[in-house]
């Protein structure tokens, strides 16, 4: 019964916000309040797939998932991304019931919960699902441990869960930079949403995916986890 809840959700709810949501996205990037850079590289009509990203600001969110909007408009079943957010955040309260169907909440704290968000994201890509996935555990700007760029980007050191996910599943990874999201809907203290800023630009820059042995013998969950730190970090400072 719960399958087929879901199912209605996203076909009737979900489904038609993504279509808007990608519509408006396609827009931003029409007047140039958007940026694409190395669109080459993204991987079309792949399963097994983890689309790793910086998380400077709450709109990423909002906005990577329109990265898709080919697939998803066509075979939206097959080729919607499933999004990682913060339960608190984004699938706890009741008004974010419209995002529940293709959602993998992360209970950031709770050990178990955590866990249980990690089999179950491992169970989509073994599926041949398509996850995003913000590595940082949180939004760049609440972070206390950063690595650094040789230009002086930073991210948080990324949780090791990401580099288990590959282990479990050999899934690619693509790295992807996000900036200017902060700027235009700046991070504010003890608020989830502030006002947006109208005027700014915000650029992607998408990455040479990433291919992992599954289970292989010579890399570590930690190591994983470092060499797509690394991969994010050095897109920062490619040119556009």
Do not use: C
């Amino acid at each position: 019964m719960k399958k087929i809840i879901n199912l209605i959700a996203f076909l009737g709810i979900t489904y038609p916000y993504g279509i808007l949501s990608g519509i408006i996205f396609w827009i931003l990037w029409a007047f140039k309040a958007i940026r694409i850079s190395h669109w080459k590289r993204f991987p079309y009509w792949q399963g097994n797939l983890i689309l790793a990203s910086n998380h400077p600001s709450l709109l990423e969110p909002f906005l990577l998932p329109a990265l898709f909007f080919k697939e998803y408009l066509f075979h939206p079943l097959k080729f919607a991304p499933w999004s990682t957010p913060d339960s608190n955040n984004f699938y706890n309260r009741w008004y974010w019931f419209w995002l529940r169907s293709r959602v993998v909440p992360i209970t950031r704290g709770d050990v178990r919960e955590e866990a249980k968000s990690l089999f179950m994201m491992r169970d989509i890509l073994n599926s041949g699902g398509r996850i995003i996935l913000f590595a940082e555990g949180g939004r760049t700007s609440k972070g206390e441990t950063f690595l650094h760029s040789k230009k002086g980007r930073k991210i948080r050191e990324l949780k090791s869960g990401i580099g288990w996910l590959v282990m479990k599943t050999g899934a690619e990874v693509l790295p992807v930079w996000v900036e200017g999201t902060d700027k235009v809907l700046p991070n504010v203290q003890d608020r989830l949403f502030t006002w947006p800023k109208l005027g700014g630009r915000i650029t992607i820059k998408i990455g040479q995916p990433l291919r992992f042995q599954k289970n292989s013998p010579y890399l570590t969950k930690e190591a994983i986890t470092q060499i797509i730190a690394n991969a994010l970090l050095e897109l920062a400072d490619e040119e556009e």
